[in-house]
């Protein structure tokens, strides 16, 4: 899917925001914001998320409190409703437990950070069950779902994180995960707040340290301005390739479950864009 002829391909004249219309990857402030975006100590201070305090339905609140849902909870929370992740130095450690996790901790992994209410993520475990699941969110309400969803389904190869995706991987093994997928991540539409997104050339050496050679990173965005901030990142940054080719979007593989709200979108006539990147 070309970014130059498919019909979903943002151009500046379709920009949804006055704010946006004016701004294309190509120019100077977004290659300026991507540039700022690279500086390490930067990258170390600021957050690509902000932890909102959410009302918790009754599902949510029982795997959070239930020890029965710990078998996918990995992590508990500190004083401040922070996940604790200081002791998650190894995500394959998590299915050693055959009896538990019958796939065991070989199995291909794949890793989705920001999974929401989870409801994909549960998907795709059932769809694949000879693969691995890890997902990471901070929000409670969403962890909780999950959680539920997933006792639910009796799911066997899925683990759950509360936590920061980036300080995580920071402590994970080189080459450790077969797949990262990122999808519908926060857009932080202001130009102010483009250091927040989490596509960025800093962000993306964290993440292809931890993918294994041959391994994939997927995301997925419905804002078309971070559609080509994403693709103008990620087609310039040494050690990745498009699989659609340079300059390329991909059509939405059958994998990648269809939510409720992208369907929506798409049904308005609004656009939605899938980038695969291969590490090479």
Not at 133 to 147: D, L, N, Q, R, S
Not at 176 to 181: A, F, P
Not at 217 to 233: I, P
């Amino acid at each position: 899917m070309s970014a130059e002829n498919t019909p979903n391909t943002p151009t500046p004249d379709s920009l949804q925001t006055s704010e946006v219309n004016d701004v294309n990857v190509a120019d100077q402030d977004t290659a300026q914001a991507a540039s700022e975006a690279a500086d390490p100590e930067f990258s170390r201070l600021i957050k690509t998320f902000m932890k909102r305090r959410t009302h918790l339905n009754k599902n949510a609140e029982q795997a959070l409190t239930d020890p029965i849902y710990a078998k996918y909870i990995v992590n508990t929370m500190d004083d401040r409703g922070q996940g604790i992740i200081d002791d998650i130095t190894d995500l394959r450690a998590l299915f050693a437990d055959t009896e538990q996790t019958p796939n065991g901790p070989d199995a291909p992994l794949t890793f989705e950070i920001g999974f929401g209410m989870g409801g994909s993520l549960i998907e795709m475990a059932k769809a694949d069950p000879t693969r691995n699941f890890v997902g990471i969110e901070v929000h409670e309400p969403g962890i909780g779902k999950c959680a539920f969803m997933a006792n639910e389904e009796g799911l066997t190869n899925l683990k759950i994180i509360n936590g920061d995706a980036i300080g995580l991987m920071q402590q994970l093994p080189e080459n450790h995960i077969d797949r990262i997928q990122l999808y519908f991540p926060d857009p932080w539409q202001k130009k102010r707040h483009y250091k927040r997104r989490f596509v960025s050339p800093k962000r993306m050496e964290i993440v292809t340290r931890v993918i294994k050679n041959g391994g994939w990173f997927h995301t997925a965005t419905d804002w078309e301005h971070y559609a080509f901030w994403m693709l103008e990142v990620l087609d310039n940054f040494e050690g990745l390739t498009n699989t659609a080719g340079k300059d390329n979007f991909t059509p939405r593989p059958d994998f990648r479950p269809m939510t409720k709200f992208e369907k929506r979108g798409l049904d308005r006539g609004h656009g939605v864009w899938d980038l695969i990147y291969t590490k090479d």
